[in-house]
Structures are given as structure tokens and as C-alpha cells.
């Protein structure tokens, strides 16, 4: 039986219990939360809850940290700090962010916390301009240099120049990155004093690349004070031209008439980017203070391409107002760019448009401004139908081009084709049993598709093909065979031609599998077979058409010496990159030799 724990008497554990002072707890009020309870509570909590359940509290205390350090207790400080570590983890309100609002609880993480944890409550504290904790941090040796790439960006944002000389000695890492992002932050918010520091203490140079990023930053937001204070230190003339579209981008009236004092010059993409602004008196400003009178046409269709589509309507509307001319190109692109509004507008205050405008629609897939120009008769062509099959995926292309038939939109041989060419079966079906022709250019368009379905349907329903297909069959090197015995199924007769292709490819692959299965189904050849493979330096091919009765003529022993055969240029020896077996060959079996008069061309 085993042995009863002893309880201790009450007096010995009075006197390892610490005194407690009683609270008067209706002082509270009755909605009070846990983490608004002072330290004192918050210490007989944890004494009450017990070791184990330190973890549950943590994420209701904002006091978690320096409270759970200062408690009274009587245990292991290996527990201890394994329980603090398992608490901070699960915490979701205290951690650095509650510790770097207290230097009372900073100083406690810095003794006791990991070392992690110290660098980013340092950082969290000089974010919050706190330099009492973060001298207290560098006073007890806390190391925090890693911690400020973050940090950086939001000092540097609130403007705290005191901070950043704080630190500037040991703490930040002034690499390329943590300069640059300090010289953008400060040159984008407007923080003059931080840029005159950098520069005064050398780290703001030409020669770092830094200045530009502060023209680009400034200009950005206006800042026209920084943008004067920056041309008096640096020599970046050639670029002012870009630093005023970013002005312009930024809808920054007064940094753009700064910029046209100094006789910088804008164009067209300045004026676009004012219009992307959506700043209407910086718009009116360029243009009658500009030189566009060789773009207007342009400038309403530009609108509708460039700007975002939540203002393009508006800009539309401004532009027309102020006497801008527009044309179809208007129509057209705000079709193309699905900005319905902006189209309606337009054809509602009498802008003109043509055959593109329902064309670019259905290229993109608008298929509500396909309906409204389809709707309000909208000049149609034959582009429309084509452009369905051509850049719509498979499902979309035959709905739209449904759609467009519906209301008799014209297509013509291009639909077939375009439709074969992406391998489309049911829209090149559905065209097809419509009435849309077809001719030799969508059976090759199908062909190189691939699609086996698409090229079935293609000779099963008589698409017209002639002899010069058969190199495009021959290259579909898995299927070549299949779509032979489908024509030769259709009742096609396979020709020499065939053949020769054939041996073409067979020549330079070395593969003569579709050759021999040709011949063994009774197809006829010539004597080009000879030639391809001469031509294609094929052994085994001219040594397998020879000894099976193909001919040979002295064109076959011509390519031995050029390229051109008989047509090239005359040669004693043959060309050295010539296969000598087959010259051998050619010569021990009696192929017919070229003499100097059978060449077009003589080499003296």
C-alpha cells in the first residue's frame, strides 16, 4: 500500500505563503475585463489558476509579460522560462507590440525574454518613437541591428529624425536597402529634414543611385519644397521629363506647372497620366498648355485604353465636354476594353463606329457590348466571326459565334480555318453544317492543330486538299500513318508524292517506318526518294529503295557534290561532309554520273 502524502500543518504553510493584501473588489467596475485588472490582481490570478493554465490568460493580458516575470513564485527557473516561452507563443495581444508601449515591461522582457524576442520589442519600440526603451535596450547590450528592415519604413514615415540619429551609430543597417528605403519613405511623405541629414552626413549621393529614387518619390506625392531643395544638389536634367509624368500620375497641378517654369517639355503620356489621376483641373491645364494638336484624334481613344475602368467613363465624358474630337477608334477600344458605359456614351452623343468596334468585342469576350452593338446595328464584317474562333477558348468560341449568327453576322473561309487551327471540332462543325466554306488552307490549319478529331472530320466531309499536304501529314509523326488510312478509307488515292514526303522526313529522322508501310500497301514512287536520301545523308534508306526497284537518276549522284543537285555548282570532288559509304554505294552500283554539261553551273 502506498505511502500517505503527509499534509503539512497550517502554520508551516503560512510561512511560505507570501502576505496578501485583501482587495476591495467593488472598487471595480462590474464590466471590468481581465485586461484592464492591475498587476496585484492579475499576480493572484496566476497564483490561483496554477502553473499549468498560465497560457489561457496570456491572450487576454496586455500585462501578461511583466506580470507573469514579477509574480511570486517558488519553482524551477528552467520551468519557469519554459512556461513564459509556451504563454508569449499562444499570446496574441501582449508580445512585443504590448511590451514596447511600457518601459516597465520592456526592461523586465530584456532580462528575461529570449533573445528574438528582445530584438523585436526594440524594433516595435523605436517604431513607436520610444527612445527610452531603446537607450535602455542598448544600455543592457540588447543586439537589434537585424531587427529594423521592417522598422525602417515606418520611422521613417512618421518623420522621427531623432530616432534615426538614435540609431544611426550602431543599430541600422545602413545597407543599400535599408537606404533606399529610408531616402523613397522620406522623399514619398514629404520629411525634408530626413533628406538634409542624409545628404549632410554623405549617405545621400549621385553616385549611390539613392538621388534618383527621391526625384521619383517626391514627385510622386508633390512635394514641391523637397523636388526645389533636390535640383540645387543634384544634376538630374536629363530626367526630368519622367519625374513630371510622375507628377502628372500623382494629379500634382502645382509640381507640374514648377516643372513647365523650367521649360520641361510633356507629351502624350504625360497627358494620360494626368488623365489616369483623374485631376480635371491638371487636365484642362495640359491641354490648352500643351502641343497636341497632331494627336487629338487619339486622345478619347486613349482615354478609354489607358485609364482605369472605374474613371474612364468620367474622363470620356470631360474630354467631350471640353470640345475633344473623338472618331471610331473610340468606340473600338472602349468595345475592346468592355467599358459598356463608356460605348454607350459615346454612340449616345453621336461618336462614329465601323466594323472593329464589334470585332475587338468579341475578341475579348464583352459579351454584353457584343449584344448591345449586335442590338443597335452596329457595322458588322467578316472579322467578327473569325476573331470568335480564334482567340476564344473552345467553349466561349462556339457560343459566340451561335450569338453572331443569330443576327446573320457574315463569316467567310477564314472561320473554318481559324477554327481548325485551334483544333475547335464543334465550331468548325457548326460553321460547316451552316453553310461557312472551307478550301486547302483549313484542312493544312488542321493539320497543324493536331487535333486527330478535327482532321478526321476534315476528310471525312471532303475538305479539298492537294499533293503538297502530304509534308504536313508526314510531320504528325504519331499520326501520320492513321490520317494516310483515313484518306485512303475516303476513297483518296495516295500518289508519289506521298512517298517522296515520306523519305523527306525519313531522311533526316532516320526513320523510314511510314515509306515502308506505303510501299507495302502499293504506293507508287520516283526517284526522288533516291535524292532525299543522298540528300539526307540516309544509308539505310537509299540502300533500301535501290534493292527494291526505286530509280536513280544522275541528279541522285549530283547531290553527292552540292546541295542543289544538278543545279548547283559543278564539282570533281565530292562535298566532304558527304557520307563516303554512300558515294561508294552510289558509285558500285552503277548510278548514273553527271558530266561537266549536265550542271547549270561550271566552277572554272
Not at 485631376?279 to 494627336?295: Q, R
Not at 477554327?419 to 461557312?436: D, P, Q, T, V
Request: aromatic content about 10%; overall charge negative.
Amino acid at each position: 500500500m502506498p505511502a500517505r502524502k503527509r499534509m503539512r500543518p497550517q502554520a508551516e504553510l503560512e510561512t511560505f505563503a507570501p502576505a496578501r493584501k485583501r482587495m476591495r473588489l467593488e472598487t471595480f467596475a462590474p464590466n471590468a475585463s481581465i485586461e484592464s485588472l492591475p498587476s496585484e490582481v492579475m499576480k493572484n490570478i496566476f497564483n490561483f489558476v496554477g502553473k499549468g493554465n498560465y497560457c489561457f490568460i496570456a491572450p487576454v493580458s496586455k500585462d501578461f509579460c511583466y506580470n507573469y516575470l514579477t509574480m511570486d513564485v517558488i519553482e524551477d527557473s528552467c520551468n519557469h522560462r519554459m512556461d513564459y516561452l509556451l504563454a508569449t507563443q499562444r499570446n496574441r495581444i501582449t508580445t512585443t507590440e504590448a511590451a514596447s508601449t511600457s518601459s516597465e515591461t520592456a526592461e523586465h522582457c530584456f532580462l528575461y525574454a529570449p533573445d528574438s524576442f528582445q530584438g523585436e520589442l526594440c524594433a516595435k519600440a523605436a517604431s513607436k518613437g520610444r527612445k527610452d526603451i531603446v537607450t535602455m535596450a542598448d544600455s543592457l547590450g540588447v543586439d537589434f541591428k537585424c531587427f529594423f528592415k521592417d522598422s525602417l519604413k515606418h520611422i521613417t514615415e512618421k518623420g522621427d529624425l531623432e530616432m534615426l540619429k538614435l540609431l544611426e551609430d550602431d543599430h541600422l543597417p545602413w545597407g543599400t536597402f535599408s537606404l533606399g528605403e529610408i531616402v523613397g519613405c522620406a522623399a514619398l511623405h514629404g520629411h525634408l529634414d530626413i533628406l538634409k541629414w542624409l545628404h549632410k552626413s554623405k549617405k545621400l549621393s549621385t553616385e549611390n543611385g539613392m538621388a534618383r529614387s527621391l526625384f521619383e518619390k517626391a514627385s510622386q506625392n508633390g512635394h514641391l519644397k523637397i523636388i526645389q531643395w533636390a535640383t540645387n544638389h543634384f544634376d538630374f536634367e536629363a530626367f526630368m521629363y519622367d519625374y513630371m509624368n510622375n507628377a502628372a500620375k500623382g494629379g500634382q497641378l502645382e509640381l507640374v506647372k514648377w516643372f513647365r517654369r523650367l521649360n520641361i517639355s510633356w507629351h502624350f503620356e504625360t497627358l494620360m497620366n494626368a488623365v489616369h489621376s483623374g485631376n480635371k483641373e491638371l487636365i484642362e491645364y495640359l491641354l490648352f498648355h500643351g502641343d497636341f494638336c497632331n494627336i487629338e484624334l487619339g486622345i478619347c481613344r486613349a482615354v478609354v485604353v489607358n485609364v482605369d475602368k472605374k474613371i474612364a467613363l468620367e474622363s470620356l465624358m470631360y474630354m467631350h465636354q471640353l470640345g475633344i474630337p473623338w472618331d471610331e477608334t473610340t468606340c473600338s477600344s472602349a468595345a475592346a476594353n468592355g467599358i459598356i458605359d463608356a460605348l454607350i456614351y459615346a454612340r449616345n452623343n453621336g461618336c462614329t463606329w465601323d466594323g472593329r468596334t464589334l470585332a475587338d468585342a468579341v475578341q475579348n469576350n464583352h459579351v454584353d457590348v457584343v449584344k448591345y452593338c449586335l442590338e443597335n446595328r452596329c457595322p458588322v464584317g467578316t472579322s467578327a466571326c473569325t476573331n470568335a474562333v480564334l482567340y476564344l477558348d473552345c467553349c466561349n468560341a462556339l457560343k459566340m459565334l451561335k450569338l453572331l449568327r443569330q443576327y446573320s453576322v457574315p463569316w467567310d473561309v477564314k472561320t473554318c480555318t481559324g477554327a481548325a487551327m485551334n483544333g475547335y471540332f464543334e465550331a468548325l462543325k457548326f460553321a460547316r453544317s451552316r453553310g461557312c466554306p472551307w478550301n486547302e488552307e483549313t484542312f493544312q490549319s488542321a493539320l497543324r492543330s493536331k487535333d486527330i478529331t478535327t482532321i478526321q472530320y476534315c476528310i471525312e466531309n471532303g475538305c479539298p486538299f492537294d499533293n503538297a499536304i502530304y509534308k504536313d501529314i508526314i510531320s504528325q509523326s504519331k499520326n501520320s500513318v492513321r490520317i494516310l488510312k483515313l484518306l485512303q478509307k475516303n476513297g483518296h488515292e495516295l500518289t508519289e508524292d506521298a512517298c517522296a514526303a515520306a523519305a523527306a522526313a525519313g531522311g533526316f529522322r532516320g526513320d523510314i517506318k511510314v515509306l515502308r508501310w506505303l510501299r507495302y500497301i502499293g504506293c507508287p514512287w520516283d526517284e526522288r526518294i533516291c535524292h532525299e536520301a543522298v540528300k539526307g545523308y540516309n544509308y539505310n534508306l537509299l540502300v533500301y529503295a535501290h534493292e527494291n526497284g526505286c530509280p536513280w537518276t544522275k541528279e541522285t549522284f549530283a547531290y553527292c557534290f552540292s546541295e542543289n543537285g544538278l543545279g548547283g555548282v559543278y564539282q570533281q570532288i565530292p562535298n566532304k561532309s558527304r557520307h563516303d559509304e554512300i558515294f561508294n554505294y552510289l558509285r558500285e552500283n552503277n548510278c548514273p554520273q553527271p558530266d561537266a554539261s549536265d550542271w547549270q553551273i561550271v566552277d572554272d
